[in-house]
């Protein structure tokens, strides 16, 4: 016979306290309302459950609002799709340079344009006075490389440049005789000898008033046969062996290879010419003018110009 529930109550609520089974402590069930002592502790109880749930909640809010804009370690960073793009470079850019750099700013042209498809380089050469006093009248460059510091500085002063010109090369005379050396020449005393045909360049240009320090250093009264406007008439006339000897840049024997003959002498260090470029003021194109600029003081270019024998500014 089954035993009625109340029978099994009453005999439960008899046994011993240390005899009644004990409820787990992971389920609670309700017992009636708590007194004294106990109720205090079950007040603490749940107060300290409460901060714990809330603590967490908390914690949960905040970094579930902070999800969108923090990135966890190691996160890739955001796309760059999205920042404004460099306009790519079109058109001509004319540059105005000094006739010592003919071979150099060729090849760099050549290069520049492989890089930016979108251009074509124009360029002009001679006498760094000429070009100055040219764009000074108003032709139309956007850049302006000068052969010497002092024609720069009076492109500024008649506020023919924009900015502030940068050099990025420097430069030695030294004396250019044709293959074989017909006039025996070995130093820069055979440029008073008046047997001999000399060339060398105005005083009024860079490599001429170069020429002129060197002279006076070396305490030598030069018999020159011609006057040219620029280093390159000087060489070509050494190159057709129209002359004994020619006074140059070092540079320009480098570029002249086989078809001449380089005699550095000791006096050359008194005159180092040093070469600026600038963007020209109101150029045409003047994105095209700094990018040239910044292409020939860039690892290009400066590599460039020191094969051809220039110094570092």
């Known amino acids: 016979m089954a035993e009625h529930p109340m029978d ?48 967490g909640c908390s914690a949960s809010t905040s970094g579930a ?59 002009s050469f001679g006498g760094s006075p000429t070009l100055a006093q040219q764009i000074e009248q108003g032709a139309p460059a956007d850049v302006f490389a000068s052969a010497d510091q002092a024609v720069m500085a009076q492109a500024v002063k008649a506020a023919a440049i924009a900015g502030t010109p940068q050099t990025f090369a420097t430069n030695v005379l030294e004396i250019a005789v044709p293959v074989g050396n017909p006039g025996h020449v070995t130093s820069l005393a055979a ?33 020159p046969d011609t006057l040219e406007q620029d280093v ?14 020619g006074l140059v840049y070092r540079t320009d024997v480098a570029v002249a290879g086989a078809k001449v003959l380089g005699i550095p002498f000791p006096q050359s260090g008194a005159a180092v010419n040093i070469y600026p470029i600038a963007q020209v ?20 270019g400066r590599q460039a110009l020191a094969q051809a024998g220039f110094g570092s500014p």
């Open 8 to 55: 099994h109550a009453r005999r439960a609520a008899a046994l011993p306290r240390s005899n009644r089974q004990r409820t787990p402590a992971c389920r609670v069930r309700p017992s009636g309302i708590a007194t004294g002592r106990s109720a205090r502790l079950s007040l603490l109880g749940l107060v300290a459950v409460l901060t714990i749930t809330l603590a």
């Open 281 to 300: 003021a109101h150029a045409p194109n003047p994105a095209a003018a700094v990018a040239f600029i910044d292409y020939v003081r860039g690892p290009i």
């Open 191 to 223: 440029f008073a000898d008046p047997s001999l045909r000399i060339a060398v360049c105005a005083v009024q240009v860079p490599c001429g008033a170069a020429s002129a320090k060197v002279f006076a250093v070396a305490g030598i009264t030069p018999r």
């Open 65 to 123: 609002a902070a999800g969108p804009s923090a990135s966890p370690k190691g996160a890739l960073a955001s796309p760059t799709s999205d920042r404004p793009s460099v306009p790519a470079l079109s058109g001509n850019v004319v540059v105005f340079a000094a006739a010592s750099l003919t071979k150099t700013f060729t090849d760099l042209a050549h290069s520049f344009e492989s890089a930016h498809p979108g251009v074509h380089v124009q360029l």
């Open 232 to 245: 390159t008439a000087v060489l070509t006339k050494v190159e057709l062996g129209e002359v004994d000897a």
